[in-house]
């Protein structure tokens, strides 16, 4: 039962007298809801999210800012972390960030202390490709999607049996099966060794959609996008985007399709058949629910690209207020389509040199609209990293801010934090295994930088609750304030270790809140969870 705002700020003053006679500063702002539920945040696939009032350019620094744990896993991370807050688990209340690898597996961590697995899925020997593009095994790639609602966890395996694609349906509180799953995943001219299921997860009006490309490029395969009803996982659409030729990867450097208010569906493809028929090779593509084409965007130079194997979708599509989409591909071009008339062959609102010309492109862009501006964060293969200012009909061609650091040729991704269109920060993951936050509106004011052990390429961080998430290839790194105590209700209760001001271990799961006495002798019971305390340690 959550306590009243009388009783809560009662608790309040009686332990900021406490604290006053220590001399520690007490502060105690409003918990906003933070779940990460699908790749990038939301539909529109912006990247940002807009809940977050902890981590801010002011606090994200060199003395505050840091790793605070890290849980192993049984292979590489590829898929984006998702986080959903007060669940309730294995007889408590719980942050909880998902965590898929390329081994099949899924994981249950606790969000907020290291070491607390509260449930873990394995479905079985992961495919072993023979191309060199993503090693030794593939299992789980794209990033999954949670349904809140009915509690349920979509995630695909590859498996080396067949070998077959699944889909299933987790219970996220216990990781069971459910809807009678998984269903093997297949399709007209679909042959499972050949298709890869790289972009993130869809789930759109009682569907889940998933994307289809390939592994390098070997055999006779197609571009798909699949539907599968989120009820009872049977099939209801499909859209082959070669139907009549070959290739048109649905692959987006792993983002998800968008989708925007009206319940359409945009995709990028790469390399591939080209008639604006039936194929819809280096497209941005517009389809309904059901997975029929409504309208496309489609470079002048397709033919070229094709043979340079230039992907145009190398990366996803980001929907931009109020009726704009935006992409960027190999050659690192920026195109700008109106989605009210995406105008076919050669007839986009806006396409410019935003980038250099690189094999692989990652999580980008990002959009946010800032306090006076909106930006768009575009980060790409042998470049640096790139704010563009958007007038809301147009990009300024000139950069607003361009980063010091330039990736290799396989990049790492962005994603960004803010509270609403102030705090900014954007983060990025760069190819030398280094995580950087970036003021958002002063980029490239560098704010932090660490290591993050081995980057995934096109990985991309999830914030949430004033931590950061990360994917490597052995675990999943968790950073956040070092300096400052966090407590919430119903969460676990952990017994704190404090060493000169940094956070180093949560260690037990019981009893009330208790910071270290040689620090800091005092007790926390925590009030509704709704709130959380933070303390800052002298």
């Known amino acids: 039962m959550k306590n009243s705002p009388t009783v809560s ?71 984006q972390p998702l986080y959903v807050q007060n669940l309730s688990l294995s007889g408590g209340t719980y942050n909880v960030v998902f965590v898929c690898t390329e081994s099949n597996s899924v994981y249950a961590f606790d969000a907020d202390t290291g070491g607390i697995t509260y449930w873990h899925d394995n479905f079985g020997a992961p495919y072993a490709p023979s191309c060199q593009d993503l090693v030794p095994i593939v299992g789980i790639t794209g990033t999954p999607v949670i349904d809140l609602s009915s509690g349920t966890l979509y995630v695909e395996t590859k498996l080396a049996a067949g070998p077959t694609h699944q889909l299933h349906a987790l219970d996220i509180t216990t990781g069971n099966e459910k809807f009678g799953g998984p269903v093997t995943i297949s399709a007209v001219n679909f042959t499972a060794s050949l298709e890869l299921q790289r972009p993130g997860l869809l789930l759109l009006n009682g569907v889940v959609y998933l994307g289809f490309g390939s592994h390098c490029d070997g055999g006779s395969y197609h571009g798909y996008v699949l539907g599968y009803n989120a009820t009872n996982l049977a099939q209801v659409s499909a859209f082959n985007a070669s139907a009549t030729g070959s290739q048109a990867a649905v692959w987006s450097g792993g983002m998800a399709p968008a989708a925007d208010t009206n319940g359409n569906i945009y995709i990028m493809t790469g390399n591939g058949s080209f008639d604006g028929v039936n194929n819809f090779g280096e497209s941005m593509v517009k389809l309904s629910g059901s997975l029929s084409v409504l309208d496309y965007a489609t470079p002048s130079n397709w033919s070229t690209l094709n043979s340079g194997d230039t992907d145009f979708g190398s990366g996803g599509v980001v929907l931009l207020p109020t009726h704009y989409a935006v992409g960027i591909g190999k050659d690192g071009i920026l195109y700008l389509a109106d989605v009210n008339n995406m105008g076919h062959v050669g007839n986009f609102v806006q396409g410019f040199q935003a980038q250099s010309s690189g094999d692989t492109v990652g999580k980008s862009p990002v959009y946010w609209q800032g306090p006076t501006a909106q930006y768009l964060y575009v980060l790409h293969s042998n470049s640096k990293t790139k704010s563009f200012q958007f007038t809301g009909t147009n990009f300024i061609t000139t950069p607003v801010g361009t980063a010091a650091y330039s990736m290799n040729d396989r990049c790492g991704g962005l994603s960004l934090s803010a509270n609403g269109t102030t705090n900014g920060v954007l983060w990025e993951v760069g190819s030398d295994s280094n995580l950087r936050a970036y003021d958002a509106v002063n980029f490239p004011n560098l704010l932090w930088s660490g290591s993050v052990g081995t980057y995934v390429k096109m990985t991309c961080p999830t914030i949430a609750n004033g931590k950061v998430y990360l994917g490597t290839t052995t675990y999943l790194g968790v950073w956040g304030l070092t300096n400052y105590l966090y407590l919430q209700t119903g969460g676990p209760a952990p017994v704190l270790n404090w060493s000169t001001g940094k956070l180093l271990q949560a260690t037990s799961v019981s009893g009330p809140w208790v910071t270290n006495s040689a620090v800091s002798p005092f007790t926390v019971v925590p009030t509704n969870s709704q709130m959380f305390y933070k303390v800052l340690l002298p």
């Open 9 to 79: 700020i009662s608790r309040f003053v009686k332990i900021l007298c406490k604290l006053a006679l220590t001399g520690i500063a007490l502060q105690l702002p409003q918990a906003q809801a933070a779940n990460v539920v699908m790749q990038h945040n939301d539909l529109a696939r912006t990247g940002a999210n807009t809940a977050e009032t902890i981590l801010t350019p002011a606090t994200v620094n060199s003395n505050s800012f840091g790793r605070m744990f890290a849980d192993g896993v049984d292979g590489q991370i590829y898929a």
